[in-house]
């Protein structure tokens, strides 16, 4: 057990009219503003993660122009969220960052994403770290870097890396038609290794691996930003190995900004949500094919749902969690201007869409008490408080930080799953947690990339409804299943494989 929290009731009554989030950003102990020109209209990532084995959260947060910033969390559990200063060398031109163990070290180390040369930063314990690009052989570049994914391929110690790169800075003819390659690299020996180049590349600001179709076969989704190459983009997929393009599936093109998974059906496969300028979309995974959500679906989030401005939204960092505990996955997601884009909708509040019973979504972003007009951008749905309801952290360009604790009333049970193995990829990146009970079977893949810019590392968390009882089972990497165990309610549970 990671953390056992005490819950007034474990069997919840469910009568809450909806969810609720109270502003605690004076917990963070100075403004944060992810700031700069038009080379971070993009990014402002948020990265989630304990890196000092307290089992609550610490946020990493881009700062553009501004030194990016670590929070150590100190609240209670229960609490009120209370941060604190962590140390960090000083990094500025940062976009991004993702929380992984590339060492296998059993510490958490932060790949951070930059205008300039990405750093990775290896984790050193009680959240101090030290920059390890050089001794990890990470290949450098002096580009716009905006996505990140990573995985473990079967056999290697060291794991497989996705970095997407923005427009070309030094383009004399740009920044239209004028993205940059991508990379992927390969494990080296204690360290990474060879690159293999995407290209031409198409803006990309969001990537996922995934196994989307259960097969055991990972693949690598980006979602690129049609603004910059205008003609003949599109959203992408590919095989890793070899590395390839996939052309058998309908092609989908949009202003793409963050990509978020989950399985919403309870047919064990991640459905796929793509946020852009206008409206964002949610597609189904049919196996061997991706279906478009109907209108009706009420994802769209396409304009501000207050206010006065009837502008198109536009999109960026999208997560799905149980904000309530129902037993149905929800769907935030980041919103706000690239600027002063003119078309677009300038007054435009965050969206917290809630999954209802029969699937479909409704706003609640202005009674759940998020609706403020910043120009968002990366985010986190983490329990910041270990009391076993999602709170909520946004990043905004030219704008404070903020914090929202979620004090939902009547929210169901809850079960938190930590999966981890002795060896290379102690995180189980690839792995599948299940969770049956009489309500069905939910499902859950633990992943490094999506979002915008940022990404968690933190356990699965599966609300229960009004379930006291439930079983899980761990899917490894390799695709060995363990055994059943019971679920136990209001508790974070590591599973480590035999």
Known sequence: MIRAAVLLALVPSLGAAGPVFVDESAG??????????????????????????DDLPELFAAGGTAPAALFVNRSETGGPLRFEAGALPELTGVTGAYPLDADSDGLLDL?????????????????????????WKLPQRDAWSTAFAATWEAGQGWPTVFVGNYVDRFDPDGPFEACDSSALIRPGQAGFGAVETIEPGWCTLSALISDWQRSGTPELRLSNDRHYYVKGGYEQMFRLTPLEERTDWAKVSLWGMGIASRDLTGDGLPEVMMTSMGDQLLQFNRGERFEDAPYAQGATAHRPYTGSDGRPSTGWHAEFGDVDN????????????????????????????????DGHFTEAGETAGIATMHRARGAALADLNGDGLLDLAVVNRRAPMELWRNVTEGAGGWVGVAPTQSGVNRQAVGAWVELRSLSGVQAQEVTIGGGHA?????????????ETEAEL????????????????????MRVERP
């Not at 750093?119 to 390890?132: D, K, P, S, T, Y």
């Open 473 to 492: 089972r761990v899917i490894w990497p390799d695709g060995v299943a363990g055994d059943w165990q019971p679920a136990r309610a209001g508790e974070v």
């Open 326 to 357: 129902d037993g149905r996955a929800d769907l935030f997601i980041s919103k706000g201007n690239v600027d002063q884009m003119p078309g677009m909708a300038m007054d435009d509040p965050n969206s917290l869409l809630m999954q209802g019973a």
């Open 28 to 53: 963070l102990p100075a403004e944060h503003v992810y700031s700069g020109g038009w080379e971070h209209f993009v990014g402002g990532g948020l990265a989630a993660f304990d890196c000092n084995g």
């Open 454 to 466: 940022g990404g968690s590392a933190l356990p699965l968390h599966f609300g229960m409804g009004s």
């Open 111 to 135: 790949f951070v994403l930059r205008v300039g040369p990405n750093v990775v930063l290896r984790g050193l314990g009680e959240c101090r770290f030290e920059e390890a690009s050089a001794a």
